[in-house]
């Protein structure tokens, strides 16, 4: 078969099966060719999700006539000129590659003027159909129509509105992240979503989009080498999502994914997080456009950089730096996420610290933490376990005894005894849970999402197996760095990891606490307030029949906010905010899973928040009880996650490690 070159409108549809992944890439492209414009306000509408069309407004340079025709011809750019300009880019596009690949796919409709002459262009496939002179304002407003009309295989295969808007969201709030000197409009199908006011300034633009109660806890971070500048914010120690997704790196002000350079952001918070929780961060490098490669990817979203191991010791340094002076014990009067109201609020207006959420507004990150004596008496009503242990052990019983929910009610009998663990283990009811050692982060899969997944369906294989072998009847001796527990019977020696054992106890009694409870609901006096970004929140509004079957009852409450109303009885009054925020991002992370798996989880989760961690040191009566009620769980030999509850050194080993047992393959000449 004879070498042919392809005709130009089927490279650039090839072309478009690189750069044109969804609509939301096609956003993308679009605003970036905006802001390379040198716009100062940039309008993004979109359309069922970019699907029906998506519209670009700018007031930045514009075109001639001339350059508006030769925009859509393939590898056209205004900007590089030689080879020599691959090697010190300074705007975000340069192959000219990208408006022929979305006109090669879609209907276009442009209208531009550089202040001199105004153009109006109609292309269809590619094709230029139709020309004429426009208005005189400087600028560009360009449309998208119809993408993918001529290539179904593509729009066979696009996802759910609600999944491509989310796409798009992200874009937009990347970009304007990335330029906060732009003033960025956001709307679909005619409801704006995101507003910022392009002064510059980073942190109002984080608020816009995470909302104000996030932002006014991230902390600024600075850092700089012979190379490289690092600027931008990281949050608290106590605030974290269970996503990376709130990770964002930017070059040069170009949104990029390094996987190192995330690595970098999480090693400088050490061991301050918990297992399987990310903090939210923004971070701005400065360099050298001769150290970076940016023509390594069609979408030049990953880069090559050159020194990378020298930046990510400075992005690791600069965020320890930002986060050493920080009060790592999480408390009511430092961090405040889920604002209470009251249920009138719900029914006439919000209040103000949600009024403006999506709508930029300025913040003083100067100024100190709001204490709680200084909030409103409704906005300081939070659950018990979020407030610090202040009593004894007898009068923590009897303040528990008064809760909404009473656990005992539905409490096995042999659990009974130990149900109020001495101080219920201070730190474990926090909000963010407890800070573990490094040794604890590394016998943990990185991967919290797929992990919990693992663990349920885990589980669920290994308690349908039938234990036989009678739990040994072990006699305490005393306890080991404040973790273990040293055992022994006529077989030999245990050790018992007393975090997997009241977690194995933990899970078995919720698990059974959700059967009989079934889908009793406990109605919430003063609900809680649940912030979500824009991407997420278009999610859950898919999900909220699924999330009320699982007892969670969710109610819209402004832009980006959820307000709890109910919650299932099972819960208990601890952690629930936690709780909830938890199986929200199961559900995001796995939108197949089912009730059962959501149960399921939710029991893994609850059983390891609120059982004793390592370095937490027991009396004998405490540790026999501990014991008393392993031995009458249905599998006392592993925790939910698989791992070891108890090990066992016999006898024989014992005496062989004391060379009172000889090796029978040593010679006795030996």
């Not at 609600?162 to 956001?186: G, K, M, V």
């Not at 408390?331 to 403006?356: C, F, M, R, Y």
């Not at 109605?523 to 909220?544: C, G, H, R, S, W």
Request: net charge negative; glycine share 4%; hydrophobic share 35%.
């Amino acid at each position: 078969m004879a070498i042919q070159e392809l005709p130009t409108q089927v490279a650039n549809q090839i072309a478009a099966g690189e750069v044109v992944e969804r609509p939301a890439s096609v956003v993308k492209e679009l605003v970036e060719n905006a802001i390379d414009a040198n716009a100062s306000e940039i309008i993004v509408s979109v359309e069922e999700a970019g699907l029906r069309a998506i519209q670009i407004t700018d007031n930045g340079q514009g075109m001639s006539t001339s350059d508006a025709q030769l925009a859509f011809k393939r590898h056209a750019t205004s900007k590089i000129h030689s080879h020599h300009d691959l090697f010190r880019i300074r705007t975000l596009g340069f192959r000219g590659e990208a408006l022929p690949s979305i006109a090669s796919v879609s209907e276009i409709h442009l209208e531009t003027s550089d202040g001199h002459e105004g153009t109006e262009l109609t292309l269809n496939a590619g094709e230029i159909v139709d020309q004429q002179s426009s208005h005189l304002r400087q600028g560009t407003t360009i449309r998208i129509e119809n993408l993918f009309f001529n290539t179904p295989a593509r729009l066979k295969y696009v996802k759910s509105l609600q999944t491509e808007l989310s796409h798009i969201t992200d874009i937009i709030n990347r970009e304007a992240l990335s330029h906060p000197d732009i003033r960025f409009i956001y709307e679909h199908d005619g409801k704006s979503l995101l507003e910022t006011n392009g002064k510059g300034r980073v942190e109002e633009v984080l608020s816009a989009i995470y909302g104000y109660h996030q932002a006014k806890q991230l902390l600024p971070i600075k850092g700089e080498s012979l190379n490289f500048e690092v600027t931008g914010f990281v949050s608290n120690p106590s605030l974290t999502r269970a996503s990376k997704n709130y990770l964002s790196l930017f070059v040069n002000g170009r949104y990029i994914k390094n996987y190192v350079l995330n690595q970098a952001i999480l090693k400088g918070y050490g061991s301050k997080l918990m297992i399987g929780r990310y903090p939210i961060a923004a971070i701005y490098i400065t360099l050298d456009p001769q150290l970076v490669d940016v023509n390594v990817h069609p979408t030049k979203q990953e880069v090559r950089i050159s020194s990378e191991d020298d930046l990510y010791h400075l992005i690791q340094q600069s965020v320890d730096q930002a986060i050493t002076p920080v009060q790592r014990i999480p408390s009511t009067g430092q961090e405040t996420p889920n604002v209470t109201i009251d249920n009138k609020a719900l029914g006439h207006q919000q209040v103000s610290t949600e009024k403006d959420r999506g709508v930029q507004s300025r913040l003083d990150f100067n100024s100190q933490s709001v204490s709680t004596s200084e909030l409103p008496a409704k906005e300081k009503i939070l659950d018990d376990s979020t407030q610090p242990p202040t009593t004894n052990y007898a009068q923590e019983q009897s303040n528990e005894s008064d809760n909404v929910v009473n656990e005992d009610h539905f409490m096995p009998e042999y659990l009974k005894p130990y149900a109020h663990e001495k101080q219920e283990i201070k730190d474990a009811s926090s909000d963010q849970g407890t800070y573990l050692n490094t040794e604890e982060l590394e016998s943990v899969p990185t991967n919290h999402q797929s992990s919990v997944w693992r663990t349920v369906k885990l589980v669920q294989q290994t308690d349908e197996q039938s234990f036989n072998n009678q739990f040994p009847d072990l006699v305490y001796a005393g306890q080991i760095q404040g973790t273990y527990l040293a055992c022994y019977d006529e077989t030999g020696m245990y050790l018992v990891d007393q975090h997997a054992a009241q977690e194995r106890i933990k899970y078995e009694y919720y698990r059974e606490a959700i059967a009989l409870q079934g889908q009793d609901l406990q109605n919430l006096l003063i609900p809680y307030v649940l912030e979500f970004t824009q991407a997420e929140k278009q999610k859950i509004d898919q999900m909220l029949p699924r999330l009320a079957d699982m007892g969670i009852i969710l109610e819209p409450f402004g832009n980006n906010s959820y307000a709890l109303q109910k919650h299932p009885l099972w819960m208990g009054n601890k952690n629930i905010e936690h709780i909830v925020e938890e199986l929200i991002q199961l559900a995001l992370d796995d939108p197949d899973a089912t009730v059962k798996d959501y149960r399921e989880a939710t029991a893994i989760m609850m059983s390891c928040k609120r059982s004793i961690k390592a370095n937490h040191h027991l009396d004998a009566s405490e540790a026999n009880q501990l014991l008393n009620d392993l031995a009458h769980t249905k599998n006392p030999y592993n925790c939910p996650h698989g791992r070891p509850v108890l090990i066992h050194f016999s006898n024989y080993e014992i005496e062989r490690l004391f060379k009172r047992i000889q090796d029978p393959h040593q010679s006795p000449k030996d």
